[in-house]
């Protein structure tokens, strides 16, 4: 059993920065590729970035790449998530997960535990 706890969100103006930490406790996160996904209201929770196990691998939804970089440290079972020139339509709930696999996988089926979410509130 893992748990995931994700921490670092809040309100931010439009064009600003905000870093969302995800720490693993009950089982090493290092085991497993990890991602973030993302829900805001009304709408599906949407596949955000992904990480290998080893870290050497990331993929980035189309609508985050060149803004959003995530990394992990194993030696402190934690992942992360930078996010950069943040927009009001990042609003949202964000999740961090942990995957069944140890290569990077984008769909939500693909992943076993999730953290109870991070509000991220980009205003305009």
């Known amino acids: 059993q893992v748990q995931l706890v994700e921490s670092g969100g809040g309100l931010v103006q439009a064009g600003g920065s905000l870093r969302l930490s995800c720490a693993a406790s009950?089982?090493?996160?290092?085991?497993?590729?990890m991602g973030w996904f993302r829900q805001a209201p009304g709408k599906e929770r949407e596949f955000v970035a992904a990480i290998s196990r080893s870290g050497g691998s990331t993929a980035y939804a189309d609508s985050v790449k060149g803004r959003f970089t995530i990394s992990r440290d194993n030696a402190k079972n934690t992942g992360y998530l930078q996010m950069n020139s943040l927009k009001p339509e990042d609003t949202a709930v964000y999740y961090c997960?942990?995957?069944?696999?140890?290569?990077?996988?984008?769909?939500?089926?693909?992943?076993?535990?999730w953290g109870q979410g991070t509000q991220v509130t980009v205003s305009s």
């Open positions: 997960a942990s995957a069944l696999s140890i290569v990077v996988v984008t769909s939500t089926s693909q992943y076993l535990y």
């Open positions: 009950g089982r090493t996160l290092s085991n497993a590729a």
